[in-house]
T-cell receptor, first 112, second 113 residues
Framework: EAQVTQNPRYLITVTGKKLTVTCSQN?????MSWYRQDPGLGLRQIYY???????DKGDVPEGYKVSRKEKRNFPLILESPSPNQTSLYFC???????????FGQGTRLTVV | LAKITQPISMDSYEGQEVNITCSHN???????ITWYQQFPSQGPRFIIQ?????VTNEVASLFIPADRKSSTLSLPRVSLSDTAVYYC??????????????WGLGTSLAVNP
């Protein structure tokens, strides 16, 4: 089954404690993205990657890092989480040339 | 960059046709228009995509006028399970630049019995 898998689904952490949210897709897609979703603000792109070892900033990259060492994986790293990064995070992937994006189930992160 | 405006919420009843209009005045020549559906605690799911005129698939139709400054998602005979948030997106998929996808803030559709 074609899918994008994020882990964990829920995470509560403390300010400053580094964390990683994993994302994996099994569709051999070139493009992968991370979004955060906040009430009243919709989905905002954090980072995206057009292929292995190619990443770029989205609209709200501050406080986040990503890596793309393998085509299927695109982890999101918060080196020093802060309460304003409390949000619902989605990973997405799509093939090239204007194809539909597939989203993961989301990771609800709370930073206290 | 295109700015997207869509209604915050809409109400309907089972069996009715629902039309959700999205405004994107500054749409660029290469931009496509895409709609996604999102249920609570789930990721958005692709519904339909188009460039101009009309596109229809098994779940929806998308109407795009000649000037492409707006688009209308049409859901025929909605059911309770269509209660969700619907997002309008504008973007240049052919440029291969994922960053150019611009999301609207979503329309929360409530379908009543």
């Amino acid at each position: 089954e074609a899918q994008v898998t994020q882990n964990p689904r829920y995470l509560i952490t403390v300010t400053g404690k580094k964390l990683t949210v994993t994302c994996s897709q099994n569709m051999n897609h070139e493009y992968m993205s991370w979004y955060r979703q906040d009430p009243g603000l919709g989905l905002r792109q954090i980072y995206y990657s057009m292929n292995v070892e190619v990443t770029d900033k989205g609209d709200v990259p501050e406080g986040y890092k990503v890596s793309r060492k393998e085509k299927r994986n695109f982890p999101l790293i918060l080196e020093s989480p802060s309460p304003n990064q409390t949000s619902l995070y989605f990973c997405a992937s799509r093939g090239h040339m204007n194809t539909e994006a597939f989203f993961g189930q989301g990771t609800r992160l709370t930073v206290v | 960059l295109a700015k997207i405006t869509q209604p915050i919420s809409m109400d309907s009843y089972e069996g009715q046709e629902v039309n959700i209009t999205c405004s994107h005045n500054n749409i660029a020549t290469n931009d496509y228009i895409t709609w996604y559906q999102q249920f609570p605690s789930q990721g958005p799911r692709f519904i339909i995509q188009g460039y101009k005129t009309k596109v229809t698939n098994e779940v929806a139709s998308l109407f795009i006028p000649a000037d492409r400054k707006s688009s209308t998602l049409s859901l025929p005979r909605v059911s309770l399970s269509d209660t969700a948030v619907y997002y309008c997106l504008v973007g240049d998929g052919y440029a291969g630049n994922n960053r150019k996808l611009i999301w609207g803030l979503g329309t929360s559709l409530a379908v009543n019995p």
